[in-house]
């Protein structure tokens, strides 16, 4: 994980003085736990959850406020000011700070939509079918979230369908019992500056 936040260090700056670097994937399929361990390794980096972006009215018709609130002022060298969005109350909360780090990871279901890919350095798609990472996401939430679920995966299937993330994605990321394996994305093949192995087998295993 850290030979990987070297390289990640090292790419040219996407977003004014930021390099973002997207986390996409289905629900479910892992997203929140790697980008804390990349995170980490990236000794602290912020990692924006679109989570917070998004809302119960606008699953994923939520660009315009990503890039105003966050977007543009971090393109300025600017801080980011965005309102988190609070799921149980049903409401946008107190502005929340964001400044703009060396790396920057957005993380989220359409972290690599179309309209934010210019602003990416690197988009790393996490590797699990749709049906597991759903199966894996009811698991996490429960009875309580049944009905959300079955809106959510609706919406889910129609933004991708719409709007795919996997066929422009850097780095392919690959969850298995010893940590992660990182592979080449259909987007490119492996360079200098992207942490897999060359060959058609994985990478080391993080």
């Known amino acids: 994980m850290h030979e990987l936040a070297s390289r990640l260090r090292a790419l040219p700056p996407s977003c004014g003085p930021v390099r973002l670097i997207g986390v996409d994937g289905h629900a479910g399929s892992g997203k ?9 390794a990236l000794d602290g980096a912020p990692v924006l959850q679109l989570d917070d972006i998004a809302s119960h009215e606008e699953l994923f018709d939520w660009t315009g406020r990503l890039l105003t609130q966050v977007i543009e002022p ?24 964001l400044p703009p780090a060396p790396v920057l990871l957005v993380e989220g279901v359409g972290a ?24 894996r996401g009811r698991l996490r939430d429960g009875a309580e979230q049944r009905d959300f679920w079955t809106r959510w995966t609706g919406a889910e ?11 422009h994605a850097d780095l392919l990321v690959l969850q298995s019992p010893e940590g992660y394996e990182v592979l080449p994305g259909p987007a490119g093949s492996p360079g200098p ?14």
């Not at 299937?157 to 066929?167: G, K, L, T, V």
């Open 112 to 135: 690599g939509r179309r309209t934010l890919r210019p602003y990416l350095a690197r988009l790393l798609w996490m590797e699990l079918p749709r049906e597991d990472s759903w199966r």
């Open 157 to 167: 299937r129609a933004h991708f369908a719409a709007d795919p993330s996997r066929p």
């Open 193 to 206: 500056d992207q942490d897999v192995t060359q060959g058609d087998g994985p990478s080391a295993v993080w």
């Open 32 to 40: 929140s736990t790697f980008a804390g361990r990349l995170a980490a």
């Open 74 to 97: 971090l393109g300025r060298g600017e801080t980011a000011r965005y309102t988190p969005y609070d799921w149980r109350a049903r409401r946008f909360g107190p502005p929340r700070a």
